[in-house]
């Protein structure tokens, strides 16, 4: 078993590109890592990364070793997976991320009834609404929210999410009632951001009689926190753009109100995404399939509560 640890780690570090990374995502100290690739050097005969201080590359036999090492492991991990069919008994830990409002609505609360029915599966659960690399990050599944982009990974949709542009009455009595996008910009609103560091401008993708339009909105409020955006609406703070089911139960109460009707913003897709091997793991295919379950029943309910057709 030590050779197959010693190829993990190749594949690792091959993949993060860093020996400190790689022993931190396969829970080990750097030396082991380090130890390991040595051995797994001196087995083969041949240098599979060139070091220096500050940076490491693999070398040809490194490239050339990696496509073989990836099929073995592949190769290994489905035949752990069938075991573990015919057990019955899934067992081991699964890495998950999703956006900060997925994840405490539709991940979070049903990860206890998931243990409930998988004792031997643990869920190490990450919330951020920050875009997450999945293999960098040594993820099992991520789910996303948002406009999806051509990879190499597998992706199941759960469902297509409406957006809606919304905000309290008392911020409509004093700045008025925003018609659609365009009034967005040229009457100035105050315009709820979700930004994270790096991001130059901010713009809405708008539904309008030509197509999809980008309107470049702004206001004096921003977060990386998109319920933290939801407070600021409900104090009257600006307008935000946010999924429907996530301001469901304010929008039911009157608390929000739609705005710029006549433009809505365009539909996100709620998926989940996942690396090519990981679903010949019986573990990541029985949460994958339990959570997309409970996610679907979940947006249903939030979206009749709204009072919004589907």
């Given at each position: 078993?030590?050779?197959?640890n010693?190829?993990?780690?190749f ?5 993060l ?6 022993a ?30 500050r940076?490491?590359k ?26 573990a ?8 830990s ?22 409930d ?18 293999t960098a ?31 309290a ?6 700045r008025?009632?925003p ?41 004096p ?28 139960e ?14 809505p ?5 709620l ?5 090519h ?6 573990k ?27």
């Amino acid at each position: 078993m030590s050779y197959v640890n010693n190829v993990r780690m190749f594949l690792r570090v091959y993949e993060l590109g860093s020996m400190s990374a790689a022993a931190r995502d396969q829970r080990v100290s750097p030396a082991v890592a380090s130890s390991r690739i040595a051995e797994l050097e001196k087995h083969l005969g041949v240098r599979l990364f060139n070091r220096t201080t500050r940076t490491l590359k693999p070398t040809e036999h490194g490239r050339i070793f990696y496509d073989g090492a990836l099929k073995v492991i592949e190769a290994i991990e489905a035949a752990e997976a069938a075991v573990a069919d015919v057990a019955h008994n899934p067992r081991g830990s699964i890495f998950v991320a999703a956006p900060l409002g997925v994840g405490r609505r539709f991940i979070a609360p049903h990860v206890p009834a998931f243990k409930d029915e998988y004792p031997e599966i643990d869920v190490r659960l990450r919330l951020s609404d920050r875009k997450v690399d999945i293999t960098a990050e040594g993820l099992d599944v991520a789910f996303t929210l948002g406009q999806l982009e051509d990879s190499n990974l597998k992706v199941r949709v759960i469902a297509d999410c409406p957006r809606i542009l919304c905000a309290a009455p008392a911020y409509i009595a004093r700045r008025g009632m925003p018609a659609n996008g365009r009034a967005l910009v040229t009457d100035k609103h105050d315009c709820l951001l979700l930004r994270f560091p790096g991001q130059p401008e901010f713009q809405w993708l708008l539904t309008t009689p030509d197509g999809p339009i980008r309107f470049e909105v702004s206001g004096p409020y921003e977060s990386d926190d998109g319920d933290v955006l939801t407070m600021w609406a409900l104090e009257g703070r600006g307008i935000v753009n946010k999924p429907v089911f996530e301001v469901a139960e304010h929008l039911a109460s009157g608390a929000l109100v739609p705005v710029a009707v006549d433009t809505p913003p365009v539909p996100v897709q709620l998926a989940c995404l996942y690396p090519h091997r990981r679903l010949q793991d019986t573990k990541i295919r029985v949460f994958i399939d339990f959570m997309i379950a409970r996610c679907r029943e979940a947006l249903r309910a939030k979206e009749a509560l709204a009072q919004l057709p589907r």
